[in-house]
């Protein structure tokens, strides 16, 4: 059973950056999917980027494209996040999650990390 750790939110200010980290621990297939989602309280939970396993194959929100990169160091086991040009409107929390198709429907993530909040000032 893989579980998952998110860390990096904070405060930052409009047209800044910030890295979240997502660190995977116990064994997960080699063909899993990763991805991040966000989360405004009250409303739907929101895809954000995902990426195979293999660190190949990133797909990104048309909001976040351009703006985020999604990553995955295999050896140290962490999904990343690189969030730049960040909007007011990106604040949220942020949760990776792990799965078996690739695809945006959060249905097809079955394990996913505790959350890691982050807000943009203007």
């Known amino acids: 059973q893989v579980q998952l750790t998110e860390s990096g939110g904070g405060s930052v200010q409009a047209g800044g950056s910030l890295r979240l980290s997502c660190a995977a621990s116990g064994r997960a297939s080699s063909n899993s999917v990763m991805a991040w989602f966000r989360q405004t309280p009250g409303k739907e939970r929101e895809f954000v980027a995902l990426?195979?396993?293999?660190?190949?194959?990133?797909f990104y929100a048309d909001s976040v494209k351009g703006r985020f990169t999604i990553s995955r160091d295999n050896p140290e086991n962490t999904l990343y996040l690189q969030m730049n040009n960040l909007k007011p409107n990106d604040r949220d929390v942020y949760y990776c999650?792990?799965?078996?198709?690739?695809?945006?429907?959060?249905?097809?993530?079955?394990?996913w990390g505790q959350g890691t909040q982050f807000t943009v000032d203007y």
């Open positions: 999650a792990i799965g078996s198709e690739y695809g945006r429907d959060q249905r097809a993530y079955h394990t």
């Open positions: 990426i195979r396993w293999r660190n190949t194959s990133p």
